[in-house]
T-cell receptor, first 114, second 114 residues
């Protein structure tokens, strides 16, 4: 039972354009969402998070949008840079329900084309 | 502060052998998590500690797996009688332990069981 889904295994975007990565979840008990970036042979690196009381959070080139009614979140990267090429994981937890463990999606491999 | 460290980074073992991994969290982080990642999947939760107390174990953690966190500092994950299906990346993460505190991951230990 995949509670967090990233339906696009890969995405290619031209350098300088916007990258949009999508994530869907099924568990209504999730109330905290995170995006991690992962390079080969390294652990996931935290990028940005959002609580369910918000619908948008921005940090530099990265913005996360949350649509609770649709159980959908997205990560926007603007402008995309070659160093953004990596695998991006969406993760969710239910912190207000005492469930701090992260449930991850299967990841989207982003390739930025120079 | 050098972040979360894990040792060894790589481990190759024969089926049936025991292996032990170590994780050193970021100092002052009360929570420590273990995850496992297999090819093409996102990390999956195994277990976590609040200081020295093991608070939750996933059903993925069979009785061949044991984790400890003596004195609430570093943690060890032991796998007894390894099987080929145990081959994976084992990731450790730590956080301050407040509800929405970010989990910071180490580089992982890649286990190969021959």
């Amino acid at each position: 039972d995949q509670q967090v889904k990233q339906n696009s295994p890969s995405l290619s975007v031209q350098e300088g354009r916007i990258s949009i990565l999508n994530c869907d979840y099924t568990n209504s008990m999730f109330d905290y969402f995170l995006w991690y970036k992962k390079y080969p042979a390294e652990g996931p690196t935290f990028l940005i998070s959002i609580s369910s009381i918000k619908d948008k959070n921005e940090d530099g080139r990265f913005t996360v949008f949350l649509n609770k009614s649709a159980k959908h979140l997205s990560l926007h990267i603007v402008p995309s840079q070659p160093g953004d090429s990596a695998v991006y994981f969406c993760a969710a937890s239910g912190v207000n329900f005492g469930n701090e463990k992260l449930t991850f999606g299967t990841g989207t491999r982003l390739t930025i084309i120079p | 502060d050098t972040g979360v460290s894990q040792n060894p980074r790589h481990k190759i073992t024969k089926r049936g052998q025991n292996v032990t991994f170590r994780c050193d969290p970021i100092s002052e982080h009360n929570r420590l998590y273990w995850y496992r990642q297999t090819l093409g999947q996102g990390p999956e939760f195994l277990t976590y500690f609040q200081n020295e107390a093991q608070l939750e174990k996933s059903r993925l953690l069979s009785d061949r797996f044991s984790a400890e966190r003596p004195k609430g500092s570093f943690s060890t994950l032991e796998i007894q009688r390894t099987e080929q299906g145990d081959s994976a990346m084992y990731l450790c993460a730590s956080s301050l332990g407040r509800f929405t505190d970010t989990q910071y991951f180490g580089p992982g230990t890649r286990l190969t069981v021959l």
